[in-house]
């Protein structure tokens, strides 16, 4: 498709677990940014990966936080030994240029039980 | 650093009313402003944006102006519908484009 695809679109999982979260961005797009949304809550910066540079990991809010993008395409957030308060809506945004307009995903729907 | 204050929710209007969310940013530079939508069930897309100071960004009938004077760029919309209700949000980048800072959001819910 011509979008941002996120998958899944809702998970569901035990306290404790690990989930791996997906995102497919725009072909072309060389910067990959993954926000977080929480009920009544605004957006919650993550991650942003810009092309093959390190990328920028400042808001992640724990070492249980992680994500890669694989040849500067699909990315993949992986929260270990997740806990209740990292239920939200993961939401991953990518942009053909620094500083220009993001497209953003559907999101995944995180519910830890 | 660079960061945006939006006005808070929610919002509920009528069917035709007009439509004022106020949003003011703190930037070093002249970084480009954007508003952001969510509709129901939604991801957010780009309502509008404006590159530069005296720019006025539109679409579907809003629109914004980036203020240098005061520091803002309030959305408007002459008359509102139904359609319009969702979730809207006020965003500038960093000036590395490292990431980009939202307001906290403005539901707007339209009446018939």
């Known amino acids: 498709g011509a979008g941002v695809s996120q998958s899944p679109s809702n998970k569901v999982t035990e306290k404790g677990k690990d989930v791996e979260l997906r995102c497919d961005p725009i072909s072309g797009h060389t910067a990959l940014y993954w926000y977080r949304q929480s009920l009544g809550q605004g957006l919650e910066f993550l991650i942003y990966?810009?092309?093959?540079?390190?990328?920028?990991k400042s808001g992640l809010p724990s070492d249980r936080f992680s994500a890669e993008r694989t040849g500067g395409s699909v990315s993949t957030l992986t929260i270990q030994r997740t806990q209740q308060e990292d239920s939200a809506v993961y939401l991953c945004?990518?942009?053909?240029?620094?500083?220009?307009?993001?497209?953003f995903g559907s999101g995944t729907q995180l519910s830890v039980l | 650093g660079n960061s945006v204050t939006q006005m808070e929710g929610p919002v509920t209007l009528s069917e035709e009313a007009f439509l004022t969310i106020n949003c003011t940013y703190t930037a070093t530079g002249y970084p480009s402003l954007f508003w952001y939508v969510q509709y129901p069930g939604e991801g957010l897309q780009l309502l509008l944006k404006a590159t530069k100071a005296d720019d006025k960004g539109s679409n579907k009938g809003f629109e914004a102006t980036y203020r240098k004077e005061t520091t803002s760029f309030h959305l408007e919309k002459g008359s509102v519908q139904v359609s319009d209700s969702a979730v809207y949000f006020c965003?500038?980048?960093?000036?590395?484009?490292?990431?980009?800072?939202f307001g906290t959001g403005t539901s707007l819910t339209v009446i018939p």
């Open positions: 945004a990518s942009s053909f240029s620094v500083r220009g307009e993001l497209f």
């Open positions: 990966f810009q092309g093959n540079s390190a990328p920028d």
């Open positions: 965003a500038l980048p960093t000036n590395t484009g490292n990431q980009f800072y």
